[in-house]
């Protein structure tokens, strides 16, 4: 139980920020968390739960003072919210975001924060299909991944940031952004957009035909419309801002699969054999 920052502000309250707060009392590692989320509604339901010790009705209100401050909100939003807090900032304070994208995180709120902030920009390998200020819990991040893409920010500020993700429960790494994008676009964008896909074409199917695709939906497909319930604006503006990366991988996405195509209709089971081998000896290579 060592208090790492004095003052913690936490700013939108939806899972990655509430699973936050609850991980930071179990740890005792925030001496006072301050919150804040755009909508009446969120602000009123963490006051409810108990969700940050203070809860303010502006963004540049919660950063005042703080030593952390965490941006959770939607990428699309990150831009409005350091520039609503820039002037509240204090000297020697450190910003941080959570955002499944760096590269466009970087673009948008770099140059927003005042000489002496420190911004090292961070991602956890975390998540659930829920989204709110209810979903979060203090496990959220235990054994994940946080990736932080420093890039020439201070050490010391970048150390620290470093032992307080471990101290929520995560291994941490450090990565080049447009890196952390492609490598993120092949891991989780471009599988939530075929989970998405996969999602739809049972629906469609379901209408034209009538049977009930999702009703007996078996495990694969279950997983699939697990991942397809994820929040669609988090997920939006995911792809709206790793345009680039997630067109790539899609690219080499759509190549492998028109091979696959050709290798059933051609009835060559020798491809299809030695593809899943390959992708198996993967699998257990990973586990
Ligand atoms: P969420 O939808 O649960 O919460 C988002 C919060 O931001 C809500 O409180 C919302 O009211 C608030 N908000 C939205 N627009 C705002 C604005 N303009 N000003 C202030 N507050 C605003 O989302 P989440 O899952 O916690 O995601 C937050 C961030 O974390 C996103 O950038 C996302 O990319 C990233 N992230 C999400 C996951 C995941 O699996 N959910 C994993 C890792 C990182």
Redesign the pocket.
Known sequence: MTVMYDRVAL???????SSMFWAMKRGGIAGEVIG????SE?RDVAREIGLCDRVCDS?AEACEGADLIVL????G?MD??SREIAGALKKGAVVTD???VKRAVIDVVGPHIPDGVHFVPG??????EQ???R?GFAELFDNRWCVLTPEGADADATAKLRKYWEALGSNVDEMDADHHDLVLAVTSHTPHLIAYTMVGVADDLSRVTDTEVVKFSAAGFRDFTRIAA??P??WR??FLNNKDATLEILGRFTEELFALQRAIRQGDGEHLHDYFTRTRSIRRGII
């Not at 804040?36 to 909508?39: C, E, H, V």
């Not at 959770?72 to 990428?75: G, R, T």
Request: glycine share 12%.
């Open positions: 700013i939108g309250l939806g899972l990655i920020a804040y989320a755009r909508s969120t963004a959770c909100v939607p990428i939003a409005a919210v959570v955002g499944s991602h956890p390998l975390a998540g659930t989204s709110g200020p979903s994820s929040d604006t988090m503006d995911v």
